[in-house]
């Protein structure tokens, strides 16, 4: 590449990011003069924005962009003057004209032909002046300087025109004085092309240099995305480094104590000793004290210096990684280029007024987050659109504005981006939602009659889910929020909606600030650390060991009213199971979309702030495990990816392979004691049952239908089956027949409980193998526990 070329190149790259740049002052400028068209601020700046787009074009000598931007310059100059008043149809072809500008100052994007910029012109122009043409330069010929200069004369004189009237062409142009914005740049003959003397074309490097000093205060150098990931590792690890000298410090503490220790023991050995014992044992006894003083005395300042020390690097160490950090945050505002534009668009589309309104633009996030950001906020944008905004007339109809508002807010609350899209549409149509579940067999109409207002939304997060029936450019396509909701828990958040019928809905995302650090739970599993993201944890929580039941062969607690499965992280994790002899588990409930599951561990450590480390990409994906950090005494641990931690759950389960956590540490107590399986469909009767057997002393689990029963009864030994005979699945007679033909369980005593107590059912249960039959009818703590007895003997028997 020549010198020239490089030249060109160089310049061409900053007309590409001037174009970037004054392209959104245009989008901007132009979406808020669609509402108020003459807005004085507005209207300069996006003149402003036009002329410098022309003086840049004209400096890399892209004559497309020179006339597109010239024509909208005119366009924008009639109508701060006050010859024009903006309307839609001038704002939709500025806005056009917008597009064009971008797409001819970005390589690779779709080419603007001679053909597209004269159409444009000439339409431009009717709009303008209806029947006037405006000459257009032809993007092949580079214009001389006795080109320009005679475009510029005559562009003079159709200003001179236009400004001051017919009588000023009969005057001396001397005479009248020309406003500087009317005056077309012409190089001088002694300029090179980057230091032309339009003072409106900051794509001269100097003057973008100067510009973005004066704009951000600082200057601006471009960094490679590595080179930043690569600083905020060295700085993190910088950090923890720091850390290790407390216990150190600690170590030294003791050192001290000890000494204090050794040197009461001196003094006691001297108090012991009389006066004649060998002067030579004495002086050995002093010279051991002034020793021990002076190992006192520096260890004292050791100890200061190394605190001091210890300090200073660890204030330097966070400042270098805060600094390091905030090279990777970037504002808000730069997720939301063109989204206000899209909007309008999109609602003008569709026959709707639109307006999109943004509050905290310069909230800092991590520029990671707001990549990721992009696509669920653009199609929540689209869907409050699409979905949530009337038409006008609909609006009008029910008291509301014509137009209609979307509200896109950005804050940072307890260390998170929570980001709010509220539209003041109609909100979601309770009832119609109802029906499409019904319709699309999602439910059966006696269960979705019955669900809440945030139970129905939640199937609005369902995948392939729609409430159109039609497909069309914007809906219909199943695509919906539940990508949405992957893309925002993949940030390790969540996003939930709220909607009030007739006023609108919000959608609420809280992400974090950052993915270089997450707030975590660390927790120990075979003796290794392993780390939580707190924004998949719904809760921490002792279970004891009496309150894990089996359901479906799989077992289970009891949390928040419902039974969550549990798992043992040592499987997933394949680290050694404990050995330890505590009654109580320690389980983590970790959630992702519909599906909780309660992880068991062997203790909590604590809640930490790790900084992030991206595992050496070597290794691949490490199945269950998303990065690694260091502690703050240096040590190692996995971060755990929760999302794959949970299909590893449901793989497991679909092949059988899922383990029951050992529960031999109750082995000791639960040697002796007898268990009862009891399989009642009742909540209420299976809970009391359970309880009374339990203060009697006995084992028990429970299971929710025969199904349920039959799966717990082939995957553990009982002493004992209690059984309801009406349930759904499998009913009791159907599970005590199924038992009296298994070689291993048909000895097992069947004890059936039920709310028949004709002779009929009696004789229709014992027939099918059960051994003793109890009416519920009547039911009472000693009758059951008596029939127990008479069965299997007592608990400890």
């Not at 402003?48 to 010239?70: E, T, Y």
């Not at 945030?454 to 396509?477: A, I, N």
Request: with cysteine.
């Amino acid at each position: 590449m020549t010198p020239d070329q490089m030249r060109d190149a160089s310049l061409f790259e900053l007309f590409t990011l001037e174009a970037e740049a004054q392209t959104q002052v245009l989008s901007a400028g132009l979406l808020a003069l669609e509402r108020n068209p003459t807005q004085a601020d507005q209207l300069e700046a996006c003149m402003r924005a036009a002329h410098s787009l022309k003086g840049a074009a004209r400096i890399v000598g892209v004559n497309a962009g020179v006339s597109v931007s010239h024509v909208m310059e005119d366009c924008l100059v009639e109508a701060q003057e006050g010859r024009l008043h903006l309307k839609p149809e001038h704002i939709d072809a500025l806005l056009m004209g917008t597009d064009m500008l971008m797409r001819i100052a970005t390589p690779g994007e779709s080419s603007v032909g001679q053909s597209d910029v004269d159409g444009y012109v000439a339409l431009m122009t009717d709009l303008i002046k209806p029947g006037v043409r405006h000459a257009v330069i032809a993007p092949s010929a580079t214009p001389s300087m006795d080109d320009l200069l005679l475009a510029n004369a005559q562009s003079l004189v159709a200003s001179v025109q236009s400004a001051l009237g017919p009588a000023a062409l009969s005057a001396p142009l001397s005479a009248q004085p020309l406003p500087a914005d009317l005056l077309l740049p012409v190089p001088s003959t002694s300029s090179t092309p980057t230091e032309s003397e339009d003072d409106s074309a900051p794509s001269k490097p100097g003057r973008r240099s100067e510009r973005r000093v004066a704009e951000g205060g600082e200057r601006v150098l471009r960094v490679t995305a590595e080179r930043l990931n690569n600083l905020l590792d060295l700085s993190s690890k910088s950090l923890v480094e720091t850390q290790r000298l407390k216990p150190y410090l600690t170590a030294m503490q003791r050192v001290k104590r000890s000494q204090s220790g050794a040197s009461r023991a001196l003094d006691s050995l001297e108090a012991l000793l009389d006066a004649s014992v060998d002067p030579d044992a004495q002086k050995m006894l002093e010279e051991a004290r002034r020793l021990l003083s002076e190992a006192q005395h520096l260890l004292i300042q050791q100890t200061s210096d190394l605190d001091e020390f210890g300090w200073q690097a660890t204030q330097r160490a966070q400042l270098l990684y805060d600094t390091a950090l905030a090279c990777r945050m970037r504002p808000f505002a730069d997720v939301l280029v063109g989204q206000a534009r899209m909007v309008r668009d999109l609602g003008r589309s569709l026959g709707k007024r639109v307006r999109l309104e943004i509050e905290g633009e310069k909230t800092q996030v991590d520029r990671d987050v707001l990549e990721k950001l992009e696509a669920p906020l653009t199609h929540l944008l689209r869907n409050a659109v699409d979905h949530g905004i009337e038409s006008p007339e609909q609006r009008l109809a029910s008291g509301k504005s014509a137009e209609g508002l979307i509200t896109l807010r950005a804050s940072h609350q307890t260390g998170l981006l929570v980001v709010e899209l509220i539209d003041d549409g109609a909100g979601v149509d309770l009832e119609r939602l109802r029906r499409s579940i019904i319709d699309r067999k999602l439910s059966p109409e006696e269960t979705a009659a019955q669900l809440s207002e945030e139970e129905l939304l939640s199937f609005l997060f369902l995948p392939g889910f729609s409430m159109r029936d039609k497909v069309t450019e914007v809906s219909g396509r199943g695509v919906g929020l539940d990508a949405v909701q992957h893309m925002v828990r993949q940030l390790r958040g969540g996003v939930e909606l709220v909607q009030q019928a007739g006023q609108g809905s919000c959608f609420h995302l809280e992400v974090p600030l950052t993915l270089s650090v997450v707030r975590s739970l660390v927790v120990e599993v075979g003796g290794e650390a392993y780390a939580f993201p707190l924004a998949h944890i719904e809760r921490m929580r002792d279970v004891q060991a009496d309150d894990i039941v089996q359901l479906e062969g799989r077992q289970h607690f009891w949390h928040e009213e419902r039974h969550v499965g549990l798992v043992a992280a040592s499987q997933l994790l394949n680290r050694p199971a404990s050995q330890h002899s505590e009654d109580v588990l320690k389980v983590v409930v970790i959630r992702e979309r519909d599906a909780v599951y309660g992880v068991a561990v062997e203790r909590f450590i604590g809640e930490r702030t790790l900084v992030v480390l991206p595992l050496d990409p070597r290794l691949g994906k490490v199945q269950d495990i998303s990065a690694g950090a260091l502690l703050d005494d240096g040590s190692a641990v996995l971060i755990i990816d929760v999302e794959d931690m949970l299909r590893s759950v449901e793989k497991l389960l679909n092949t059988g392979r899922l383990e029951r956590i050992d529960r031999r540490n109750r082995q000791a107590d639960n040697q002796a004691r007898k268990r009862v399986l009891v399989v009642d469909d009742s909540l209420t009767v299976r809970e009391l049952e359970r309880k009374l057997l339990l203060g009697r002393g006995y084992d028990v689990a429970v299971a929710v239908d025969g199904m349920d029963g039959w799966n717990a009864l082939r995957a553990e030994d009982f002493d004992l089956l209690i059984t309801d005979i009406d349930m759904p699945r499998m009913d009791g007679i159907e599970l005590v027949t199924l038992l009296r033909r298994d070689s291993r369980l048909q000895s097992l005593p069947v004890m059936v409980v039920s709310y028949k107590d004709r002779e009929e059912d009696r004789r229709r249960g014992l027939d099918a193998g059960a051994d003793y039959y109890l009416a519920k009818a009547s039911f009472h703590d000693d009758a059951l526990l008596d029939a127990v007895v008479e069965l299997i003997g007592d608990a400890q028997g």
